[in-house]
């Protein structure tokens, strides 16, 4: 008795036993008490002996009665329900085998055995545990929250191998489809008391499985790097960081088998085949080899090219003549799938809406030609029966309808409808992802418009903060609502402070005015702009320009594209600088403060009309991949006010998307300014003001510092009687000019779907612009170099040497060369690569920028970097 009670408390504090060789094999499961974890118990204890073979049990007597013995959970009558054994039968040792089977086969037990006492037959059973919790341990990558429902196990049920078994393929399977074939998974089983265990699933995750490989066999024509080019599946590499293509996806197999057959027939390649395809994992479960075997086949050209057109609207010879393959061309498959796209659209902007465009292939091999057949069968004309609006909460039905360019009862438009896509997608309102449905009607020549959208949050309430290479520290504060009312209507209040500026403004747009398609907008704002100058690699402020305002503007379209907008702009302005620095006896120093500023001091008022003539043709205007934009605008100041002059400025841009993800983008503007009057009779005084030029650099063109391009006044130190070279000693003041351009060219640069979801957005550019056209400041004869005294007398600067009665003001503060330098309409250009991020911290974005070709005085910059962050 005491040994078997210290074997009892030896199996009490014992670790529960691994279930894998249990599941695997038909050996019984061990077990541990509840005391234990997950580890104690090993197989590697020597196996035990052989249990002694069970005595004979007699057969032929008549069974009197049939005793079940060990049971808990269950009631006697329920086990003698599952068998065939009754009282009266004449007991066989099949029928004993069979209670045995009958009993195993429920599940219910983990143990039977029977025998028979001259007729009483006692059946023998202990009862398999009941569960009591399930447990996963050593799962990072995929949470409870996923593997949990792939459990059929659960509480309170009755524990069996064969559900344990089905539970880990089931989880392994789970990891497979997150590309972790080494993933494994060690069952095991904790037993409590009453008859009770807990199940633990001990996961062993492993990494993400890569395609180490891919070999490509009998590929002749073309090598194995360009056809890797075409899969989605890519080789892991260094290089190949944040792709998600280079992880093992059995779909993915399958589609890159289809990528290369669409490459071999856009090549003429008809007869191309995969003859297979094999995926082999490596022994480490680590990585796969990828291993096609292909036909190439002959190469054939197109022959016969025709059309044959059952609608009465289409002649199928003329249209023939358009198509862009001839016979002699290279066989091209996806020339012909892309006519078939084209002939439907085309027989859609007639009205044919259930178009049924079919290429009709006669292949000889005997000369390799492929001749082609487009077979338009008759369709009827289709009309307009309705359009439904559906899944709009907030935004009433007509902010919706009104963008639609096709109406109820019109015949059925193609183009019309895409054209209806972009101009709700471009709403900024509901999903990115819409497309108008086509639906039948009710009859054959009728059809029903949806637009299933659905709605997202419109309002904006953004409070941000960081820093920036142009104004040091930004603080931005904005609450904005571009579906106000659910109407269509924007009204915005936003804030902005920096070290440089400060301003607020309160805006309201209306784009339908009284439900007509006129739009109308008025903006209120105050803006606070401190000018500086760059000196000792310090910026300097020099001017304060402050000026309070409004603009309202009205739009009305005068085609499907264009639209002419007419506005009205007052301001008021008011321009200062520091006394203390810049003036000498109550008067602003031309000496100090040079003469462009001494001149752009006052308060003036500015009472502008103006007008823009914009054409936009872009898919999207949040993102745009394709399409153009025009804008043309002219201002004229001088209806009242104290400002004269015509201004004219021109913006153009054009998107394309060349392929595989990349957009290659090109946009110029330019800008010229002509006075309306004579300011002044001083030749250095410019009749345009400081505030009122064009200014070049960053961020207009990359490479360059703020107002780093342009005409500019240079004061270059002298130090010990040298001028120095170094910029950062020199006072740099941009004066901006009357006339300017920039142009630019981009390519956005696509990146895997992993940096996609990070949401980087590189791109590589050329960038090319200039501003010039002011009169010289400086006057005539200047001499250099130039000093600033102390007056011994007054204490004030002055450029005297002596004061007034004869007295040496002795050593100068400043000694100085003043140079006018930039004004020249020879481009400036600079090549760079530049990163846009969507991080967490808020839109970043990062650019590198070589300078190609400058001119004196400009200032050059090769970093230049935006970051902000949302609290």
Known sequence: MIARNAGQAALRHAKASPLCAALLATSALVVAPHAASAQAVRPAAPAPAAPPAPAPVPVGDTIRTVTIDGSQRLESDTILSYIRLRPGQTYTQALGDQALKDLYATELFADVSLRNNGGDVVIQVKENPVINRIILEGNKRLKEDKILPEIKLAARQIFTRSKVRADVARIIELYKRQGRFAASVEPKMVMLEQNRVDIVFEISEGPKSKVRQINIIGNEKFGDGKLRGEMVTKQARFFRLFSSGTSYDPDRLAFDQQKMRQFYLTEGYADFRVVSAVAELTPDKRDFIITYVVEEGDRYKFGDVKIDSQLRDFDGDKLAARLPMKAGDWYNAKMVEDQVDGLTETAGAFGYAFADVRPDFARNKDDLTMSVTFRIAEAPRVYVERVDVNGNTLTQDKVVRREFRISEGDAFNTFQIKRSSNRIKSLGYFQEKFEIEQKPGSAPDRIILEANIEERPTGELQLSAGFSSLESFIFQGSIRQNNFRGRGQTVGLSVDYSRFSRSVQVSFTEPYVFDKNISMGVDVYRRDLNSFNQFNANRNTTYKQATTGFSARVGV???????????????????????????????????????????????????????????????????????????????????????????????????????????????????????????????????????????????????????????????????????????????????????????????????????????????????????????????????????????????????????????????????????????????????????????????????????????????????????????
């Open 557 to 871: 379209p005068l085609t499907e594209f264009m639209s002419l907008i007419g506005r009205y702009t007052f301001n008021i302005d008011n321009v200062t600088l520091d006394q203390n620095t810049f003036y000498i006896n109550g008067q602003c120093s031309i000496l100090l403060a040079g003469r462009y500023l001494c001149d752009a001091i006052g308060k003036r008022t500015s009472s502008i009309l103006g007008a823009s003539l914009v054409y936009d043709s872009l898919d999207n205007r949040m993102r745009p991949t394709r399409g153009s934009q025009f804008v043309l605008g002219a201002d004229f100041a001088g209806l009242g006010g104290s400002v004269r002059y015509a201004r004219i400025t021109a913006n153009a841009s054009r998107f394309w998307s060349v392929g595989s993800g990349f957009i290659f983008s090109v946009r110029g503007e330019g800008g010229a300014i002509k006075p309306l009057r004579n300011r002044s009779n001083d030749p250095t005084v410019d009749d345009v003001l400081l505030t009122d030029r064009f200014f070049l650099g960053e961020p207009q063109i990359r490479g360059f510092d703020i107002r780093g391009v342009g005409p500019r006044v240079l004061r270059k130190q002298i130090i010990n009687g040298v001028e120095t070279q170094d910029r950062n000693q020199w006072v740099d003041d941009a004066l901006g000019g009357k006339y300017y351009y920039l142009t630019r060219a981009e390519l956005e640069i696509p990146l895997g779907s992993g940096a996609r979801e990070l949401g980087l957005r590189p791109s590589i550019y050329v960038d090319a612009g200039a501003v010039w056209g002011i009169t010289n400041p400086l006057p005539a004869g200047l001499v250099n170099p130039q000093s600033i005294y102390t007056d011994v007398l007054t204490g004030r600067p002055t450029a005297s040497p002596t004061a007034a009665d004869g007295t040496s003001n002795g050593t100068p503060n400043q000694t100085f060369n003043e140079v006018f330098v930039g004004d020249t309409p020879s481009p400036r250009v600079s090549v760079g690569i530049g990163v846009n991020w969507n991080s967490p911290f808020g839109p970043f974005r990062l650019d590198f920028a070589r300078v190609l070709k400058k001119v004196d005085g400009d200032d050059p910059k090769t970093f230049t970097f935006n970051v902000g962050t949302q609290f």
